[in-house]
């Protein structure tokens, strides 16, 4: 059944491989549990239920995308889309959470919409080569920097933005050590050296107190006070359709370079870069969208968290499919999930972030204007904390730099419209 399902020997992998995978996915996002209700509490959202909702709505993602799709990406609600909608939103706009649940799920319905007349595979699809391959680069930076400062290695600070942190604190080498073991275990070819890495940091951490054992079941909390809440018809009114775009902005350009990036980490383009079935992606993007926003949750989007998986060897949507069913399972393991804390997951991302930044070696660097918009759109990502900004900075870049140097006949007319698109944006905003 499964290789009828998934195509397991086509892809060159077997049944405990994608186990292995979607475990070692699931670890690497398994965080967002956590954080997510402690961020849309502040929007005002009961805690408990947004962490059923978070839970639910990230195993109907990733079981959609593994059993629709086929690929081995996990969906879960966003980090940074989640912010915005409680403290710019709610907080900064005043509106009701109700209201901006209905604007999820509004922004849902206009990008289902737009998938299923291949309007977003097209824009996707009209991505020029040198900015895909920066893509994948600024996803593995913008990895990177999170990971730091999950092991507390990189710090705020106020005039240099960042700073060194507390390297010598025992959070900070438990991550360090259990990096250098699962680069170590990797290069050894041991499977599972990302899950090995995880749960051996995490140990450590128990063992030394930094990290309370929360036990190992517990009954799930109350979805009822977010479950279809999301007021629909306050989200339609002219007022709020700043945020149904800022929403459908975010989340179409977020999906689209983790889509590109973990794709090109796990080999999944074809020839002429592109995503096959990238339709299909979108479709099970969209309808979690939905989904997530019934449930009482923010945007839901694709993770790229699930590169981690695919390092571990995952090739199809069983890949996912394990995830949401670990994603299922969390709600009764709930206090063993939550044992899990952030620097333990920290040397993964790490790791995974090293194996992305090649993508821009797949860059021209004989032609300044390709690897000049390729560097601008792998930097922002990290600097402004977003991929969606990353992607608009390199249109801009692309199109403006092709036009100065006499080669604007190089430049699609999607990239024209996007890009001058992406101007407006950032004027009005």
Known sequence: MLERLFGLSAHGTTVRTEVVAGVTTFLAMAYILFVNPAILKDAGMDPGAVFVATGLAAAFGSAFMGLYANYPIALAPGMGINAYFAYGVVQGMGHSWQVALGAVFVSGVLFLLLSLVRVREWIINSIPRALKMAISTGIGLLLAIIALQNAGIVAAHPATMVTVGRVTAPPAIIAALAFFAIVALDRRQVPGALILGIVGATAAGI???????????????????????????????????????????????????????????????DADGRLPRLGRALVADSSAIMAGAA???????????????????????????????????????????????????????????????????????????????????????????????????GFIAYAAIKLLSGRGTEVSATVWVLAGLFLVKFAVT
């Open 207 to 269: 063992a030394l107190g930094l990290v309370p054992f929360r036990g190992i079941v517990d009954a799930p909390p109350s979805l009822m006070p977010t479950l279809l809440q999301m007021d629909i018809g306050g989200a339609l009114e002219l007022g709020v359709a700043t945020v149904v775009f800022a929403f459908l902005f975010v989340s179409l350009f977020d999906t689209a370079g983790t889509l590109i990036g973990v794709a090109w980490h796990g080999r999944l383009l």
């Open 295 to 393: 449930l009482g949750t923010s945007t839901t989007t694709a993770y790229i968290e699930s590169a981690a998986g695919m390092k571990a060897g995952g090739r199809t949507g069983l890949t996912a499919c394990v995830t949401a069913l670990l994603f299922l399972a969390s709600l009764v393991f709930a206090p063993l999930v939550l044992s899990v804390p952030g620097f333990a997951t920290a040397p993964a991302l790490f790791f995974v972030a090293c194996m992305m930044v090649r993508g821009i070696t797949e860059v021209d660097w004989e032609d300044a204007s390709e690897y000049a918009p390729a560097v601008v759109t792998a930097v922002a990502m990290p600097f402004t904390f977003s991929i969606a900004h990353g992607i608009a900075f």
